[in-house]
T-cell receptor, first 113, second 112 residues
C-alpha cells in the first residue's frame, strides 16, 4: 500500500499568497484528519472528516483556513492569505472506523516569508 | 478540554540504560490512550493503544502501561535506533471526539 500521500513536501511562499496543501488518504479509510505541528504548540488538530463530511473544524485557527474533501480519495487544506505565523508542518492522517490508530503522511513543510 | 502533558521534554541515555517516559492526561471519558513514534522529517507512526487502567502492551524493547491519570512508556536496554520523539495522545468521548489530542512529545536520544 502507498500509505497517505501529501503534496507538496515543501512550500516556501510570501505573505499574502494562497497556499493549497493536498492529501490522498489510504483507500478504504473513512476518516481523514488535518494536523499542524510546531515546536511551540506540538501537534494540533485542525479539522477532520468522516465519509467526506467535515465533523469538527473547531481547531481551524481563523477564516483564512479552509478544508475540503470532494471525494473519498482527496482532500485539500487552503490558506488564503498566508501569514508568517502559519509556518509549520501540516500533516494529513487517515484511519478506518474512528479508531485512534492514525496513519500519517510525511507532512508538508510550509514556510511563509 | 482534553489535555496531555509529557515529561521529560528531552532525555539522553547511554545504550543499554533503561528508563521511562511519562504521559499525564485529563480527558472526558477515555476511549483510548495512544503512543506514537516520530522520526525527524517523518509523520508519527503508531505504536500502542491502551484502553483501561492496568492494561499493558509490549513491543520489542518498549512497554506501555496505563493508570487512571497517566501512562508510562518503559524502554528496556535501548539501542541507538530507538532514538526518536515519542508522542502520547488521548481520544475522549466528547462531541466531535474522534480526533486525538497529542502531547508535545519526549525527544529521546540513545548514545552508543
Amino acid at each position: 500500500d502507498a500509505g497517505v500521500i501529501q503534496s507538496p513536501r515543501h512550500e516556501v511562499t510570501e505573505m499574502g499568497q494562497e497556499v493549497t496543501l493536498r492529501c490522498k488518504p489510504i483507500s478504504g479509510h473513512d476518516y481523514l484528519f488535518w494536523y499542524r505541528q510546531t515546536m511551540m504548540r506540538g501537534l494540533e488538530l485542525l479539522i477532520y472528516f468522516n465519509n467526506n463530511v467535515p465533523i469538527d473544524d473547531s481547531g481551524m485557527p481563523e477564516d483564512r483556513f479552509s478544508a475540503k474533501m470532494p471525494n473519498a480519495s482527496f482532500s485539500t487544506l487552503k490558506i488564503q492569505p498566508s501569514e508568517p505565523r502559519d509556518s509549520a508542518v501540516y500533516f494529513c492522517a487517515s484511519t478506518g472506523q474512528g479508531t485512534g490508530e492514525l496513519f500519517f503522511g510525511e507532512g508538508s513543510r510550509l514556510t511563509v516569508l | 478540554e482534553d489535555q496531555v502533558t509529557q515529561s521529560p521534554e528531552a532525555l539522553r541515555l547511554q545504550e543499554g540504560e533503561s528508563s521511562s517516559l511519562n504521559c499525564s492526561y485529563t480527558v472526558s471519558g477515555l476511549r483510548g490512550l495512544f503512543w506514537y513514534r516520530q522520526d525527524p522529517g517523518k509523520g508519527p507512526e503508531f505504536l500502542f493503544t491502551l484502553y483501561s487502567a492496568g492494561e499493558e502492551k509490549e513491543k520489542e524493547r518498549l512497554k506501555a502501561t496505563l493508570t487512571k491519570k497517566e501512562s508510562f512508556l518503559h524502554i528496556t536496554a535501548p539501542k541507538p535506533e530507538d532514538s526518536a520523539t515519542y508522542l502520547c495522545a488521548v481520544q475522549g468521548s466528547g462531541g466531535g471526539a474522534d480526533g486525538l489530542t497529542f502531547g508535545k512529545g519526549t525527544h529521546l536520544i540513545i548514545q552508543p
